[in-house]
C-alpha cells in the first residue's frame, strides 16, 4: 500500500522529502501521505521517481522495524 501512495502521488512529478513514518498514515484500506511542506523542488524524471519510490518504501520499512 505504501509503494502504492507513492506511485499515486509520483503521477506529479514530485516525492516528499521528510520520510518520517509519522508523515504516513495507514487508514484501513489505503495510506495518507501528510505533512507535505517539503517536497522536491523540480519536477522529477520518471527513473528519478522509480528510485525515489523503492528508496522511501525501503527506509521507512526500517523504521518500522526499529
Known amino acids: 500500500m505504501l509503494h502504492q501512495a507513492l506511485v499515486t502521488f ?3 512529478k514530485v516525492l516528499p522529502d521528510d520520510i518520517n513514518l509519522d508523515n504516513f498514515h495507514y487508514t484501513g484500506d489505503r495510506v495518507l501521505i501528510v505533512d507535505l511542506e ?3 523542488r ?3 524524471s520518471d527513473e528519478y521517481l522509480d528510485l525515489g ?3 522511501t518504501v525501503d ?3 526500517k523504521f518500522y522495524r526499529g
Open 42 to 44: 523540480k519536477p522529477l
Open 38 to 40: 517539503t517536497v522536491s
Open 53 to 55: 519510490i523503492k528508496s
Open 10 to 12: 509520483s503521477q506529479f
Open 59 to 61: 527506509t521507512l520499512a
